[in-house]
Structures are given as C-alpha cells and as structure tokens.
C-alpha cells in the first residue's frame, strides 16, 4: 500500500513542480467526521502566488481554505490511506486513479490524460466557471448581448440557468457517475433549451467530459431552432428532437431531466428515468392536478382545508412527497428542496434522485405510501401506476 501511496504523491508533487496539475479528488472517506464526503483541490491565483484551493465537501455544506504547495503535499500524506481510501488525480501528462483496499491492499491505475490545457488559476474564473457567460448559445437564446452583458429582462433566468447547473454538478460528484468520463443526459420536456444548453457547455467544456445530451420537446419550431444554434456553436454531442415525454423510448441514460414539466408529465420522466436505470433523476415539478380532486380531507384537518390554496399547497406536497417516497422505493436516495429564491421563479422545488448501490427497504417505503393514500382518500398516483403496470 505504502509504495502505490508514495507515487501517488510523488506524481501529485511532479505536477506541482512541473506545472502540469490540473486537479485532484479525495473519496471513499472513512474518518470519524460523519459529514466529510470528499476534497477537491484546484490551483488559484492568491496576493502570495499561487496556492492549493482545498474544498471540503460535507453533505449539507462546503467550506474552502488555501495552502501552499509543501502543506498541501503534507496533507495528502497524513489523509491518504488513513482517512481516505481513494484519490484522483489529473494533470496534463497522465491521470491517475489510486484505490485502497480493507485489507491495506492498493491499486495505482495511470492512463492518458483528461484535460491537455491548464484550466485558469484566478478566482474568479472559479466563481463563474459553472455556466460561461460569454457563450455564444446564451447571445443566440437571448440571454445575453453581443457584447456578453446579461440583458435587464433575463436576469430571473441566467439565476436560474446557473443555480441549475451548480446544483446538477453537486448532485453528480456524489453519484455513482462521479469519475465516469462519459455521459448520456436526456432533458425531457427542454423548451427553447437553455438549460440544456447550459448543461452540455458544463459538461463538455468545463468538466472536459465524452458527453452526449438530448433535449426533447413537442416544438418542432424550437426543435429546430436548438439544432441549428447547437451546430452553430459545433456542440456536437448536442442535439434535440421532436416529441412527446410519455413516448419517447428512453435508453442507456446516466441522467434524466426534466423541469417543470406539467402534472403527470412529471411522473412519466420519472418512471422513464427508473427504467432507463438513470444514475440521477432531476425534476422540478409543476402544475399538480392529478391528486387534488382525489383528496378527501381527514376530520382533523378539515378546517385547513376547506381553504383552496392550503388544499392546493397541500396536494403539491402530497404529490411531490409520494414522488420521492416511489423514488425510494426503486432504489433512489432523494432529497425534495427550493433549489433557487421564489422571486427568480415560481416554479423553484427540485426532486432529485440518486441511484443507490444498494437498494433500501421496499416494503417499509410501500407500508408507508398506503398509510399515506389511505389518510387522505387517493385512489390513484400517476408514477405509483406505472410503475406496477
């Protein structure tokens, strides 16, 4: 173990001397801080020179500190193989892959390199490095000016198109997927295509993934559209296509999306997803029919709900809550949030579901979604039939 953990410092070290480091990813983490899931390190421009960008991910929050080179080679020393047991590291001459058994047994893959150019070191690249505002995709959508400058009337949306992004690329460096070099993602129901757009530029071009995205909508007029401002900027792994959700033949999908599609077109991508056996499922939900007119208020509740909007607001948690709850019971973690301000949009709660490694309790997760339909009258769910036909 001693030895593949002294190349790979070695190497890590090299390419701090030599000016070839691109990045470097700390996981598998086995320390006693139950919140720590992994580091990432970049290289940023600092007043001292340059320093070692150490970014502490725990699961509810990141925090961020600077170290130069000797304490950052100092740290992978101390945390490798005691605290955790695996660790990325690219640069422009070579990736390497560093796997630590139970055992104390370990592993050192090295293979071509991911990225062949230096990212920039300032930080305010760093800050701005989920979605690049000078892109022609966001002139040509209408986002932005000619001269790269967010337009007054668009400035709701490039909120949203960023918090998307930043909050997709969250959820994927804690999947499964996290060190997969390619992707497919299908953006069902993608509309004029911003984040679309937004989503293919992140992977492609900032993260320097093989990815292959679909955006899928009933448009044809924006079908078109998207092509031919997708060919224009030569994102070739981009393309859209004319079509329903419910009958779109989903396949080999590492992420499905699908924003604001309207009541059970929701719950078709999900059930898509579930059966594509997508990695990450995203939904931001809307427009919840389906189980209001089912909904017959419990004794106790009744004088809430006889009010139309606390019955409206109820039925929306109701439905996403199920949502998540059928989520789990095919093997996804989930987590149901407001993932940007009301103010930017209306429609702001976001269902994401990650794929498990291990499935969790079924049968309790079933108990639970009967307890819940027989407490409030519902007949019948959308996504809960679908997935027992």
């Known amino acids: 173990m001693l030895e593949n953990v002294e190349k790979f410092i070695s190497g890590f070290a090299k390419s701090l001397h030599e000016e070839t480091f691109i990045k470097l990813t700390l996981g598998n983490y086995k320390g ?8 990432l390190v970049r290289l940023v421009d600092t007043k001292k020179g340059k320093r070692l960008f150490f970014l502490y991910r725990y699961d509810t929050r ?19 193989g005691t605290e955790f047991m695996a660790g990325h590291l690219f640069t422009t001459s070579n990736d390497f892959q560093l796997d630590i058994g139970k055992k104390g047994k370990s592993r050192l893959n090295t ?35 000619d001269a790269g400058e967010v337009r007054d009337k668009q400035q709701d949306k490039w909120k949203q198109i960023n918090k998307f992004v930043e909050t997709l690329g969250r959820f994927f460096e804690n999947s ?33 993934l093989d990815v292959k995205v679909i955006g899928v909508d009933t448009k044809s007029e924006l079908v078109g559209l998207c ?17 329903w959700i419910g009958d779109y033949d989903l396949q080999d999908t590492d992420i499905l999306i699908a924003l604001h599609a309207c009541n059970t077109a929701t719950d078709d991508a999900i059930y898509k997803g579930i059966k594509a056996n997508a990695d990450l499922i995203v939904v931001a939900p809307c427009c919840h029919q389906e189980i209001r007119p089912q909904i017959k208020s419990p004794e106790m509740l ?37 993932f940007i301000a009301t103010e930017h949009t209306p429609k702001n709660n976001m269902l994401v579901g990650t794929k498990l490694e291990k499935k969790s309790a079924a049968v309790e997760t079933a108990a639970q979604i009967a307890e819940i339909k027989e407490f409030y009258g519902i007949k019948e769910q959308r996504l809960e039939t679908l997935l027992n036909s």
């Open 32 to 39: 006693s801080d139950e919140h720590l899931q992994k580091i």
């Open 111 to 145: 293979a071509k390199p991911t990225f062949k150019l230096k990212p920039t070191t300032s930080h305010d690249r760093e800050k701005r490095r989920f979605v690049q505002q000078d892109s022609f995709y966001l002139q040509a959508l209408g986002i932005t000016t």
């Open 302 to 338: 009744s004088g809430i709900l006889r009010h139309g909007v606390m019955m409206e607001r109820m039925a929306e948690t109701i439905t996403d809550g199920l949502r998540s709850l059928l989520l789990e019971k095919s093997g996804y973690s989930t987590k149901l949030f407001e």
């Open 62 to 80: 990141d925090t961020a500190k600077n170290y130069d080179f000797n304490e950052g080679i100092k740290i992978l020393r101390h945390t490798l």
């Open 227 to 243: 092509n031919d401002i997708a060919k224009t900027c030569e994102f070739n792994g981009l393309q859209f296509v004319n079509g």
């Open 176 to 208: 499964l997927l996290a060190n997969r070099k390619e992707l497919k993602i299908v953006d069902m129901g993608c509309g004029k295509g911003y984040l679309t757009f937004a989503t293919y530029d992140y992977f492609k071009n900032i993260l320097g």
